[in-house]
């Protein structure tokens, strides 16, 4: 069964989990408009730390950090699931995030994730893509 999930203004967190869960249940996930997610907290809190990660490592030899909103996503929920076992790396496989809505899935019904919907009146959070631009400059 395909599942495809918007991810605008949807919480990076709640978001990796719920698809983390449906991967591991047997499900295809696919997530649409990755760089439209937020995470919650202040903006500079979260730019450091992800700039932290970033920075980590050798760049021959790792860890490797991505540096798009896909990407990021994709690891997140990757972080959420045993991904070194077999039902792990089988679940991952299920899992595609894209930037937009592809062709392919765009008449497919979307399923809408409401406890993971940011709140009306939130204030301290930062969207994905602005994430990924704040992090492409040095």
Known sequence: MLMIIDATDLILGRLASFAAKKALLGEKVEIVNSREAVIVGD????????????????????????????????????NMMPHRRYRGKVALKNIRCHLGIPDSIRKEDIVNVENARIKEGTLKYIKMRELVYLLRQK
Not at 51 to 59: E, I, L, T
């Open 43 to 78: 903006k500079r809190v979260i730019l450091e730390k992800y700039k932290r990660k970033v920075a980590r490592g050798d760049p021959h030899h790792g860890p490797f950090f991505p540096a798009s909103a896909e990407r990021i996503l994709r690891r997140t929920i990757r």
